[in-house]
C-alpha cells in the first residue's frame, strides 16, 4: 500500500490516479489527519509527499514523516514534499529568484534513481516560488537535478531510499513523468505495473475530476480511493 500525503493540493489526485494506474493500491489522507504513529501502524511500503500552498513549517506532518520514518519507509516528496524532505535534514528553504508558476524549464539530471532511462536535458513543469538553499544542504543529500542556471529540482539521500523533486512529474507538461514515478515504485521495492506509452500519460494527466469535500462515508482527511 502506498499512503500519499496530502498537503491540501488542488491536483493531489493526479498523483494518486498515476501511481494507481501503476498498480498500487494508495490511500490519500490530508496533512493534518494522521500523525507519525498513525502512519507507522497503517505500515504503508512506501510514502508520497504531495506539493501544496504552503511552506515545510506549515504542512502539518510532513517533516516529522521523513525524520521520524524516512529510516523505515521508501518516501518521495514532490514540490513542498522535495521541501519537507530537505528541512527534515536540516537544510533552509528560501525564496527563489523569481516565483515559476505553470512554466516548463529544461533540467539535467544524473540519470540515476528516479532518472534512470529518463533522457537529459528534460522538460519539467513547476509550481513554486520557494527553493532549497543548496549552502545549507546536508552532507547525507546530494543534488540529483539542476536548472540551467544552478536551481535545485531534485535531490536523493545517499544511503536511504528517499527522494525529492521541486518539479511535478504528474502534470502533462512535465516529460516521463510517469516514468519516474515508476522508478521510484521500483526504487520502494514495489511491484510495477508496465508504464503506459508517454503519448496516453499526457491524456491521464489531463483528467481532473471535481470532488466534493469532505466525500460521503469517507473518513476525516481520507480521499475516497476510487478516485
Known amino acids: 500500500m502506498l499512503l500519499l500525503l496530502d498537503n491540501y493540493d488542488s491536483f493531489v489526485h493526479n498523483l494518486a490516479r498515476h501511481f494507481r494506474r501503476l498498480g498500487q493500491e494508495t490511500i490519500v489522507m490530508r496533512n493534518d489527519a494522521v500523525d507519525v504513529a498513525a502512519v507507522r501502524a497503517m505500515r504503508p511500503g512506501a510514502i508520497v509527499i504531495s506539493p501544496g500552498p504552503c511552506t515545510p513549517r506549515e504542512a502539518g506532518c510532513s517533516v516529522d514523516i521523513v525524520r521520524e520514518l524516512g529510516g523505515d519507509v521508501p518516501i518521495l516528496g514532490v514540490c513542498l514534499g522535495h521541501q519537507a524532505i530537505a528541512a527534515a535534514f536540516g537544510a533552509r528553504i528560501v525564496r527563489a529568484a523569481e516565483p515559476v508558476h505553470g512554466r516548463t524549464s529544461e533540467i539535467r539530471h544524473a540519470g540515476t534513481g528516479l532518472f534512470e532511462q529518463v533522457p537529459s536535458p528534460l522538460a519539467v513543469c513547476r509550481y513554486h516560488s520557494l527553493v532549497v538553499d543548496e549552502r545549507t544542504l546536508p552532507g547525507e543529500l546530494e543534488v540529483t537535478a539542476r536548472t540551467g542556471d544552478g536551481a535545485i529540482m531534485a535531490i536523493a539521500h545517499r544511503t536511504l531510499p528517499v527522494v525529492g523533486v521541486q518539479f511535478h512529474p504528474e502534470a502533462a507538461l512535465t516529460e516521463h513523468g510517469y516514468r519516474m514515478l515508476a522508478n521510484f515504485l521500483r526504487i520502494a521495492g514495489m511491484e510495477v505495473r508496465e508504464p503506459l506509452p508517454e503519448g496516453e ?17 469517507a473518513g476525516a482527511g481520507m480521499v475516497n480511493s476510487k478516485l
Open 201 to 217: 500519460v499526457v491524456a491521464l494527466s489531463g483528467e481532473i475530476e471535481a470532488v466534493d469535500w469532505p466525500l460521503p462515508g
